[in-house]
């Protein structure tokens, strides 16, 4: 099944402590992106990548990183996470190039919170 | 910088009806897309437009890609309860993942049994 997966779902943590959140695609797309979601702001890019070792800022990038080592995979990092880190986390995937490159399939969310 | 505009943010109707929503646009995109968001999952595409004046349907659902580029509507005909979620509108100035896909805010819909 075509699908855009993320680990963990749920997490709760604390200001200053480390994480990561996976996110993995299985239908060979180039690119991909991270976005949050908060009540009346919508969602809002974080960072994307348009292919492997290829990636660039979105609009909201402060306090986020990431990594595109692979294909399949990119990952999002938060150093030290705040608790305006705290929020609703999507993942998505779509084609380069071509008539699907405008569609991009979300993961199912990692919803954050930070104490 | 570009801004889509869905209102109103809630919509309440009866199951049966018919439901209309707009996102409109101060500049021009060449694509549109519409998402459903159901309560704790992610965004799944609905439907997309990449030509000015075109209509599309996928069930019950109609979209059309506005003649002047800076709006697109979203028809649901016999809503039923299912159809809850928030809707969000999306549009790209150019096809291809290089240029940027901006979201309008998302409306809530809400359907009476």
Excluded at chain 1, 15 to 32: A, F, I, R
Excluded at chain 1, 67 to 96: D, V
């Amino acid at each position: 099944e075509a699908q855009v997966t993320q680990n963990p779902r749920y997490l709760i943590t604390v200001t200053g402590k480390k994480l990561t959140v996976t996110c993995s695609q299985n239908m060979n797309h180039e690119y991909m992106s991270w976005y949050r979601q908060d009540p009346g702001l919508g969602l809002r890019q974080i960072y994307y990548s348009m292919n492997v070792e290829v990636t660039d800022k979105g609009d909201v990038p402060e306090g986020y990183k990431v990594s595109r080592k692979e294909k399949r995979n990119f990952p999002l990092i938060l150093e030290s996470p705040s608790p305006n880190q705290t929020s609703l986390y999507f993942c998505a995937s779509s084609y380069s190039l071509g008539t699907g490159a405008s569609e991009q399939y979300f993961g199912p969310g990692t919803r954050l919170t930070v104490t | 910088g570009q801004q889509l505009n869905q209102s109103p943010q809630s919509m309440f109707i009866q199951e049966g009806e018919d439901v209309s929503m707009n996102c409109t646009s101060s500049s021009i995109f060449n694509t549109w897309l519409w998402y459903k968001q159901d309560p704790g999952e992610g965004p799944v595409l609905l439907i997309a437009l990449y030509k000015a004046g075109e209509l599309t349907s996928n069930g019950r659902l109609t979209a059309q890609f506005g003649i002047t580029r800076k709006d697109s509507f979203l028809n649901i005909s016999a809503s039923i309860p299912s159809d809850v979620g928030i809707y969000f509108c999306a549009g790209q100035l150019a096809r291809g993942a290089n240029s940027k896909l901006t979201f309008g805010k998302g409306i809530t819909l809400s359907v009476r049994p």
